[in-house]
């Protein structure tokens, strides 16, 4: 009889996932069998646990899938034609599996890739003991990284790629939203040699974070105006912001904060069009920069090197760990966003 395993699996369209046995997965050519140890609940993964339109859309057509993509595990066994990485390495994984042969990944920028697919969103994620997972997507961690620490690789990713779309030294820097990725991105540009940090985020268990994660101001930008502020507190605006919230009111903030010749970094995502002044845009010669994901593999390696080199230390983010099992808590703290990160331990 085939082998099973535990999964958290989307099983039917609308709110909820099932811990479920279902058969373990067998690596085909390509593709490592990667033995999860701990994995990172994502706002992604909440969507589709809530079931929003995005998710029936998305996921609706594939259920029933196992859910989440945030992972560390070890390659427990390698398919055909596997060079990329050996049987007991431990990995976290680049979640977006590109083509190679469109033309954005033949220009290297595969984070744009025109046919990319997800892990947990267009097929089975890591909310498991096991995942099967195309081996060159795979990053084997240092050995002294914590599994815990590893799971959240990927989001903190997101952090770094949008941190560093231009040189944050010497900087004055916003950051807007402080879920997880923001409050990642807080301590990524102190790491980068920003001189001062504001943080703006309404919710104060997360401001907390951003204060834990060394921003230098937190802002309530629904008890005062962030442009006042902002404006108060530095003159002339704020030389980058990093905007991690996709609120629009947000966005059209970090137009007004920055200072003429600043830029913007945009990740958050927006649910609806966002109106913007853009002639303000313009005038002031901003840069604003769309990001998305993390660049394979330069981020990655900026990331180990910020990590390893002791300038950036994430823990203060990671505020809950707990077992696969209570996967439900996990969600109802970040429905409440009463948490940072939500790192499931599997074993
Ligand atoms: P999150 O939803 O946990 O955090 C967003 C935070 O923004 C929340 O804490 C919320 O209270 C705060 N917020 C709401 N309105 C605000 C306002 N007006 N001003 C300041 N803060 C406000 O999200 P996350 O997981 O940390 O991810 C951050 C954003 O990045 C999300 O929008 C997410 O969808 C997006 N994202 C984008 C990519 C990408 O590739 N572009 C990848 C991952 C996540
Ligand atoms: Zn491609």
């Known amino acids: 009889m085939a082998e099973t395993m535990r999964a958290i699996v989307k099983t039917r369209p609308g709110p909820g996932a099932e811990l479920l046995e279902v058969p373990r997965p067998e690596p085909g050519e390509g593709e490592a069998l990667v033995r999860i140890t701990a994995t990172s609940i994502c706002g992604t993964d909440l969507h589709i646990y809530e079931w929003n339109a995005w998710a029936e859309g998305r996921i609706g057509p594939r259920i029933p899938q196992t859910m989440g993509h945030e992972l560390c595990g070890v390659v427990e066994e390698i398919g055909r034609g596997v060079d990329q990485v050996s049987v007991g390495d431990r990995v976290s994984a680049e979640t977006h599996i590109v083509c190679h042969t469109c033309?954005?990944?033949?220009?290297?920028?595969?984070?744009?890739?025109?046919?990319?697919?997800?892990?947990?969103?267009?097929?089975?994620?890591?909310?498991?003991?096991?995942?099967?997972?195309?081996?060159?997507?795979?990053?084997?961690?240092?050995?002294?990284?914590p599994d815990t620490v590893a799971s959240a690789l990927e989001p903190l990713g997101n952090a770094v790629h949008t941190a560093m779309a231009e040189s944050l030294e010497g900087r004055r820097v916003l950051v807007t939203g402080i879920g997880p990725i923001g409050a990642f991105s807080v301590g990524v540009a102190k790491a980068l040699g920003a001189t001062e940090i504001f943080a703006s985020e309404p919710n104060p268990y997360r401001r907390s974070l951003a204060g834990a994660m060394g921003a230098d101001h937190l802002i309530d930008p629904m008890a005062v105006s962030l442009t006042d502020m902002i404006m108060e507190m530095t003159g002339d605006g704020v030389d980058a912001v990093l905007e991690m919230s996709g609120h629009p009111t947000a966005i059209q903030d970090a137009i007004s904060c920055v200072i003429p010749g600043g830029h913007i970094a945009q990740l958050g995502l927006p649910p609806d069009n966002v109106t913007l002044d853009l002639n303000k845009l313009i005038f002031k010669g901003i840069r604003f920069y769309g990001i998305v994901g993390r660049r394979i593999w330069e981020t990655w390696e900026e990331m180990d090197r910020l990590l390893s080199s002791g300038d950036l230390d994430i823990t203060p983010v990671l505020t809950h760990t707990m077992e696969l099992e209570e996967f439900e808590e996990g969600m109802r703290l970040m429905e409440a966003g009463e948490c940072g990160k939500v790192v499931l331990t599997v074993s």
């Open 103 to 145: 033309l954005p990944c033949q220009r290297g920028q595969l984070e744009v890739c025109l046919n990319t697919s997800i892990l947990g969103v267009d097929r089975d994620g890591c909310f498991a003991d096991y995942i099967t997972v195309p081996a060159e997507n795979l990053w084997v961690n240092s050995p002294d990284l």
